[in-house]
Antibody, heavy 122, light 107 residues
Framework: QVQLQESGPGLVKPSETLSLTCSVS????????WSWIRQPPGKGLEWIGY???????NYNPSLKSRVTISVDTSKNQFSLNLSSVTAADTAVYYC????????????????WGQGTLVTVSS | EIVLTQSPGTLSLSPGERATLSCRASQSVSSSYLAWYQQKPGQAPRLLIYGASTRATGIPDRFSGSGSGTDFTLTISRLEPEDFAVYYC????????FGGGTKVEIK
């Protein structure tokens, strides 16, 4: 059973960089896509971006200028950096495995971490 | 960006009743790229349906999905107490977006 666990600071100051890591256990990070998704308190879900194990990325256009996602296959981890944060970036941040299947064609998120709340405040 | 609009925002029903949730896309979405999730308070979303109509592993058959093009539906045939939650649709054509969610609450 694949398990994902987010880790990182729960409090970040405005204008600084939010950094989170997702550790994958119970399976290899290889051959899959890995995403970050966030959810402001009491609101809906927003996809941030994904990384393929090989390092290729795809970001949400609305966040692209501030987002960097990286992968460390040797540690079975991937990470999120979100720069120049404001209070609007306060949210529960989830990491998830994103399936992009060619045959039969399908695209969805099948495994999720429990989420970690990051608050942006001075 | 493809916008997904879910309706109604809140559905008030009793256990045993049928729930019909709608997800409308601002432009056509291949049914292969449409999924549904259930989220309970304090928990991560859980995959219910992918490919618009395929149940994920372990999902009871009271959950079913249908639709094509711009109109998709999640149906819960008979609500169980554990089904009261928020439901989200999601698409990935060129960029991933989620609908705003439908809350299914106990009447």
């Amino acid at each position: 059973q694949v398990q994902l666990q987010e880790s990182g600071p729960g409090l970040v100051k405005p204008s600084e960089t939010l950094s989170l890591t997702c550790s994958v256990s119970g399976g290899s990070i290889n051959s899959y896509y890995w995403s970050w998704i966030r959810q402001p308190p009491g609101k809906g879900l927003e996809w941030i971006g994904y990384i393929y194990y090989s390092g290729s990325t795809n970001y949400n256009p609305s966040l692209k200028s501030r987002v960097t996602i990286s992968v460390d296959t040797s540690k079975n981890q991937f990470s999120l950096n979100l720069s120049s944060v404001t209070a609007a970036d306060t949210a529960v941040y989830y990491c998830a495995r994103q399936r992009i299947v060619v045959a039969p064609s399908a695209r969805y998120f099948d495994y999720w971490g429990q989420g970690t709340l990051v608050t942006v405040s001075s | 960006e493809i916008v997904l609009t879910q309706s109604p925002g809140t559905l008030s029903l009793s256990p045993g009743e049928r729930a019909t949730l709608s997800c409308r896309a601002s432009q056509s979405v291949s049914s292969s790229y449409l999924a549904w999730y259930q989220q309970k308070p304090g928990q991560a979303p859980r995959l219910l349906i992918y490919g618009a109509s395929t149940r994920a592993t372990g999902i009871p058959d009271r959950f079913s999905g249908s639709g094509s093009g711009t109109d998709f539906t999640l149906t819960i045939s008979r609500l169980e107490p554990e089904d009261f939650a928020v439901y989200y649709c999601q698409q990935y054509v060129t960029s991933v977006t989620f609908g705003g969610g439908t809350k299914v609450e106990i009447k």
